[in-house]
């Protein structure tokens, strides 16, 4: 069965400090797809990048990067130089249907809250 | 608007009475999915819609859930007979095209229930 496991329950950090956020996922597929999206206080999830199971290459996008390791089953999330803006609940989720891509499971979430 | 509408935004209700929640997805999306989130824990799938039918209610918790989509567009997800274990954020979300490899999850902000 598909699970995805974000350890950290909730990270503090100060303005401008960088932060890691974990994720570790458990699929029997060798096809499946990754995903992060934030949770702002409004409540609507926001997408924040996909990326499928061949592909290791890591991600940058302005302050984000991606580090996906399919040796160790994680995809973790650094945000460089924290904002206040950044303050919300991050999700990592897990697609093993490549038809219905779109049906996730997510873990519980990791609340960040960045102080000024 | 733009985005994907859900009303309403929060429900008080006792248990045991029905209730139908609705969304309206982006105009032209053809893919609708209904997540159910608890307080704490990630989305979780219920329904998925491609046009007008069903295609993967295997998430829907029991037969007091029920879900339609009759006109391809607006969908309204109903629960019959409350219980206290309903309340949750219901999270509506449309894609443009159901497979991970093209559509881009958009979600709603969530209709918020409350059974006492």
């Known amino acids: 069965a598909q699970k995805v496991t974000q350890a950290q329950t909730e990270i503090s950090v100060v303005e401008k400090e960088d932060v890691t956020l974990d994720c570790v996922y458990e699929?029997?597929?060798?096809?499946?797809?990754l995903f992060w999206y934030k949770q702002p206080p409004s409540g609507e999830l926001v997408f924040l990048i996909r990326?499928?199971?061949?592909?290791?290459q890591n991600e940058i996008s302005g302050r984000y990067s991606w580090n996906f390791q399919k040796s160790t089953s994680s995809f973790n999330f650094t945000i460089t130089a924290s904002q206040v803006v950044d303050s919300a609940v991050y999700f990592c989720a897990l697609s093993e249907n490549m038809e219905y891509g779109n049906k996730l499971v997510f873990g519980a979430g990791t609340i960040l809250r960045v102080k000024s | 608007g733009a985005g994907v509408s859900q009303t309403p935004s929060n429900k008080v209700t006792e248990k045991g009475k029905y209730v139908e929640l609705r969304c309206d997805p982006i105009s032209g999306h053809t893919a609708l999915y209904w997540y159910r989130q608890s307080l704490g824990q990630g989305p979780e799938f219920l329904i998925y819609f491609q046009g007008t039918g069903a295609a993967d209610d295997s998430g829907l918790p029991n037969d007091r859930f029920f879900a339609v989509r009759p006109e391809g567009s607006v969908s309204t997800l109903k629960i019959q007979r409350t219980e206290r274990g309903d309340s949750a954020v219901y999270l509506c979300?449309?894609?443009?095209?159901?497979?991970?490899?093209?559509?881009?999850?958009?979600f709603g902000e969530g209709s918020r229930l409350t059974v006492l």
């Open positions: 990326r499928n199971s061949f592909d290791e």
């Open positions: 979300a449309s894609s443009l095209s159901p497979s991970a490899t093209t559509g881009e999850l958009f």
């Open positions: 699929t029997r597929d060798t096809t499946y797809y």
